[in-house]
């Protein structure tokens, strides 16, 4: 069951990847415009020694586990 | 009432095998294009309740070298003295442990890219879990949009501290992949999918469940928890961040999540960042939690081995909690001094009301049948309990 | 006709794409006038028959801040040979920028794009973008973000500019 799921997240990933090449997209929030999101207090993991100490707690103590990752946004500088 | 030898502590075995696992899910930090900026810090952490408390260090450090590689070392340790409920009804003594768990993380960036490795060993005189990490970040559509994937493969060795022959093993591995987006300049959101799978000796070697004593249906039997051997979870979240104009953020988070032993789920989050002048920031979160119990759980069953599965670990029960956090963050050091460029000292806390409705509180039955607080077994209250989880840390940016 | 005509017009575009993949192009810097952190308004044309680095940037930028050390020394030793850094701040509220230049001064003017007109004009697509401009007032070189060890690259091209 994980293999036949896990091959479906990675034909989506690299498919999605694949549309890389389609970099015609013009980006709507355009690169001098990313102030608020480089903001620290945007950030989804300030403290990561913070944050995988609660994901810890939590998860220790519950059956649930597991999307917690994440990404993204900052300044999108280079 | 017969009792396992009453010299083993019952311990959350959970929260060891757990401890890996939060390794494998050891968040991905900044989008590819830039490296986030060398840091350390040194966390103080205690969690209280339950009976259970659990203190220790945390120290982390990252560093990069020419803006294309960077290293990161965690040292984290659990001091643990616990006499929680499971420990109280199986009759055994308060117990002290210790785990101490260590990371090393590398990580390459090349172009849009970040490519990351990451090592993790936990020990304890009777578990160890070793997990290995690979994922990748890319950033693509004008930085605009990040795709993360992950891959990890935990490997753990259980044993039973009273019985040096005893050894199990078990396996996983985990698959998640994320995309974050940016919708405006002020809203970013992320989608994450995470499928788990553990293979091997999944329950608690000292963890038992309870049937009805066959003299004396007032009272309770315990016998040896009976686990499947394998167990596949899928999760998915959607989370979302947005910075209103007076400089401020609120976030909120939604997780769904089920897996084959038929628990189901759901986890809210809704938090609010404030800056205050320059130097100070506060923040407050709370976190709702629900759950549905696992097929084979039940706070007492009728008789012994009355199903394949038994189980009575209160994390596979009916239960939901609420979490509420208020954090302070002061900045120092802003204009640098010395090789730190800038310093923050922080102290968080939680709050945690955890509320059971298919866990009961067993000691009730424990008491003598004519003390006025006796419940006969099956009619005790249902169990809660309410948890102070403290971190108060330093970091510094160099 | 009309297929000739399309020829021209997929010509010209293909000349645009590959210049701006190539990163150097001859075409006119568009002209502009903006605020300088001075007080002053500060005109693009001031600096006609000088060799121009306009150096697009913003304090949240980590590589923006990074650079601009460096090209505070490539400012000081070039501009009595007839060249000068422009730095365009492009940030909307520039109370952070200010702060920052206190703690990282620089002799070179320094305009504020609040309202992002400037950047617009530029096309900029990525935070920090360096415009070299010939003393005639053509754009020759553009860079895209900095990287540690551009500032070669950047040092070789200012040298080339200023021997024309």
């Not at chain 2, 590689?69 to 643990?80: E, G, H, L, P, V």
């Not at chain 2, 963050?329 to 802003?334: H, I, K, L, R």
């Not at chain 2, 005790?380 to 989880?389: I, L, Q, T």
């Not at chain 3, 422009?86 to 305009?111: H, I, Y």
Request: hydrophobic letters at 40%; aromatic letters at 12%.
């Amino acid at each position: 069951m994980t293999n036949g799921f896990a091959l479906k997240l990675g034909i989506a990933v690299v498919l999605l990847s694949g549309l890389s090449a389609c970099g015609n997209i013009e980006p709507w929030v355009k690169p001098y415009e990313r102030q608020a999101l480089a903001d620290p207090i945007m950030s989804a993991n300030p403290n990561p020694i913070s944050g995988s100490y609660m994901d810890h707690v939590f998860e220790a103590r519950e059956g649930a586990r597991g999307a917690l990752g994440g990404g993204g946004g900052g300044c999108g500088c280079n | 009432m017969s009792l396992l030898p009453n010299k083993v502590p019952n311990k959350r075995r959970s929260i060891f095998r757990i401890a890996a696992l939060a390794a494998l899910a050891t968040p991905l930090l900044a989008s590819a294009g830039v490296l986030p900026d060398d840091r350390a810090d040194a966390l103080y952490h205690r969690y209280e309740g339950g009976g259970v408390t659990i203190q220790g260090p945390s120290v982390l450090v990252r560093k990069k070298m020419a803006e294309k590689y960077a290293i990161s070392a965690n040292y984290y340790q659990d001091m643990i003295t616990s006499a929680s409920i499971d420990v109280e009804v199986s009759g055994a003594s308060e117990y002290k442990e210790e785990r101490d768990q260590y990371s090393l993380g590398l990580e390459y960036l090349r172009g849009k890219t970040t490519y990351n490795l990451n090592y993790t060993n936990s020990e304890e005189n009777d578990y160890e879990a070793k997990t290995t990490s690979f994922g990748i970040s890319q950033d693509l559509f004008g930085d605009l949009t990040t795709i993360t994937m992950g891959f990890s493969r935990g490997e753990d060795v259980v044993g039973n501290s009273t019985d040096p022959t005893f050894e199990q093993d078990i396996d996983r591995w985990s698959y998640r992949v994320g995309v974050a987006q940016i919708l405006t300049k002020s809203i970013i959101t992320s989608l994450n999918l995470e499928v788990i799978t553990d293979e091997g000796f999944l329950n608690n070697p000292y963890r038992s469940y309870r049937y009805f004593s066959p003299t004396d249906d007032r009272l309770f039997v315990l016998a040896q928890e009976i686990y499947p051997r394998t167990r596949t979870s899928n999760a998915v979240a959607l989370n979302g961040r947005y910075f209103l104009p007076y400089r401020a953020a609120v976030y909120g988070g939604y997780r769904f999540f089920t897996d084959t032993w038929g628990i189901r789920a759901d986890t809210f989050e809704v938090g609010y960042v404030q800056p205050i002048k320059q130097q100070w920031t506060l923040e407050a979160r709370v976190r709702y939690y629900k759950q549905d119990h696992a097929d084979f759980y039940s706070d007492i069953f009728d008789r012994v081995n009355q199903q394949n599965f038994l189980a009575r670990d209160k994390e596979l029960s009916t239960f939901n909690s609420v979490a509420f956090r208020i954090g302070a963050s002061y900045e120092f050091a802003q204009s640098g001094w010395r090789f730190v460029k800038k310093g923050s000292l922080n102290l968080f806390y939680d709050r945690i009301e955890f509320s059971y409705d298919d866990f009961r509180d067993a000691r009730f039955s424990l008491l003598p049948s004519d003390n006025a607080n006796f419940r006969p077994a099956g009619s005790e209250p249902f169990y809660e309990f309410g948890a102070n989880v403290v971190q108060a840390f330093v970091s510094i940016w160099f | 006709m009309s297929s000739s005509k399309w020829i021209r017009v997929a010509a010209a575009c293909g000349a645009l794409i590959v210049s701006s993949l190539v990163g150097a192009s001859a075409s006119l810097a568009p002209t502009f006038t903006l605020p300088s952190r001075a007080g002053d308004t500060v005109s693009l044309e001031q600096f006609k028959g000088k060799v121009v680095m306009l150096n697009f940037w913003a304090s949240w930028c980590g590589p923006c801040r990074t650079e601009m050390p460096l090209l505070e020394q490539m400012h000081k030793r070039y501009s009595a040979l007839g060249f000068s850094m422009v730095g365009v701040n492009v940030e909307a509220n520039t109370k952070d920028a200010e702060r920052w230049l206190q703690d990282t001064p620089v002799s070179f003017p320094v305009l504020f794009d609040r309202d992002s007109k400037v950047s617009k004009l530029y096309d900029v697509s990525a935070m920090p973008s360096t415009v070299f401009i010939d003393r005639k007032g053509n754009i020759r070189y553009l860079h895209r973000g900095y990287k540690a060890g551009d500032e070669g690259e950047y040092l070789n091209q200012i040298r080339a500019l200023l021997k024309e």
